[in-house]
Structure formats: structure tokens, C-alpha cells
């Protein structure tokens, strides 16, 4: 059974559709004592990090996620729900995040060639480098929608995307996922990652 993480941003019944076609029992909740019942639990989200991680320290969904994860439940941060896993962004000031990974966000501009437009919106093709979630997805196209990315984060990158400059795409650290891409935007692609982390 997959827990749907509800803080008031994120793609939630997309997810939960997704993970239905899959045969998978799924359920969106912001109640720690519910997700808890959960097998496994998915950090949707997008928007501003600000506003996010607000909106989890204020309903205390903070500090559930990070009980869970020390308690080795697998754990999958999927767009700015990726972000959330690292020690803070530098979206619009400096904002401290779960710091469940070793790792930065930091904005694109400045970065790539002035050619490249901002955000980075499209299928891209993933360079898997290690993990388990990815390994059977190398080489395939992913939806990415982000203007930030997480960088320092060596310790768990998993897989990269090119789009000017070597983009992180996924990253991995014992029981803790996190995709940059959607994968419930991903198609046969995005279901297969879907299975694999069920599967885990």
C-alpha cells in the first residue's frame, strides 16, 4: 500500500491513479497516523520550495517523514518532493529542507547557455548511473517541468539528464528515492519506475 504525502501541493490523484493502474492499493492522506499504515510513502510536489516546506514543518509532516524514513520505510520525493529530501535551496533565498540527503538546490540561470530556456520543460533522456530504481530505464525519455536542480549531491546521485549542462535526474541513499522527473507523466516509462519502487 503507497501513501500519498498531502501537505497542499502536488500532482496527488494523478499519483494515485498511476499507482492504481499499476494494481497497487494507493491513498492520498495528510494524517501522520494513517500514512504510518503505509507500506511505502510518496513526497509529491510542485511550485515554490518556500512554500512547501512550509507548509510540511506547519503540519508537522516534517518531522513524520523523516521518523519514517529513519525507520527505513522506502520513501520517493518526486519533482520539488525531490528537492525536499536535500539540506536546502537557494530558490529565492535560503530555505533549510528535510536534509535527509547531502545535497543543495540550486536555480538554472546562470548556468546554461543562453539558447536553453527556463524552466527545462520536456522529455529528456536519462543516463543511469546506479540504484535500483532506474536500472531498467537507462537510456529512456522522462517529463521533466523545473527551473532548479540539486547539486553536491555525489552520495546519492543515481542518474543524470543533459540539457546544457549535466543535470541531476535521480538520486538514491539506502531507502530514500527521489526522481527530479514525473513519472506519472512518464508513460510506460514512468510506470515502470512506479512498479520497480512498489517492488523494492
Known amino acids: 500500500m503507497v501513501g500519498i504525502i498531502d501537505y497542499g501541493v502536488g500532482n496527488l490523484f494523478s499519483l494515485q491513479s498511476?499507482?492504481?493502474?499499476?494494481?497497487?492499493?494507493?491513498?492520498?492522506?495528510?494524517?501522520?497516523?494513517?500514512?504510518?499504515?503505509?507500506?511505502?510513502?510518496?513526497?509529491?510536489?510542485?511550485?515554490?520550495?518556500?512554500?512547501?516546506?512550509?507548509?510540511?514543518?506547519?503540519?508537522?509532516?516534517?518531522?513524520?517523514?523523516?521518523?519514517?524514513?529513519a525507520q527505513g520505510k522506502p520513501l520517493l520525493g518526486i519533482c520539488l518532493g525531490m528537492q525536499l529530501l536535500f539540506e536546502k535551496s537557494f530558490e529565492y533565498g535560503e530555505h533549510e529542507g528535510l536534509g535527509l540527503l547531502k545535497g543543495q538546490v540550486v536555480p538554472m540561470e546562470g548556468l546554461l547557455p543562453g539558447s536553453l530556456k527556463i524552466p527545462h520543460m520536456g522529455w529528456n533522456r536519462l543516463e543511469v548511473r546506479g540504484g535500483r530504481l532506474l536500472q531498467a530505464v537507462d537510456g529512456q525519455y522522462v517529463y521533466f517541468v523545473h527551473s532548479y536542480f540539486a547539486k553536491g549531491c555525489e552520495d546519492s546521485l543515481t542518474a543524470v539528464t543533459e540539457y546544457g549542462i549535466s543535470i541531476t535526474a535521480a538520486v538514491e541513499q539506502g531507502n530514500i528515492f527521489g526522481c527530479q522527473f514525473h513519472p506519472e507523466k512518464s508513460g510506460n516509462v514512468g510506470l515502470s519506475i512506479l512498479r520497480t519502487f512498489c517492488d523494492i
Open 18 to 69: 498511476t499507482f492504481r493502474c499499476l494494481g497497487e492499493e494507493a491513498f492520498v492522506s495528510g494524517d501522520p497516523q494513517a500514512l504510518t499504515k503505509a507500506q511505502r510513502l510518496v513526497l509529491p510536489g510542485v511550485g515554490a520550495f518556500e512554500d512547501a516546506a512550509n507548509k510540511l514543518r506547519q503540519s508537522s509532516l516534517d518531522t513524520f517523514v523523516r521518523e519514517q524514513a
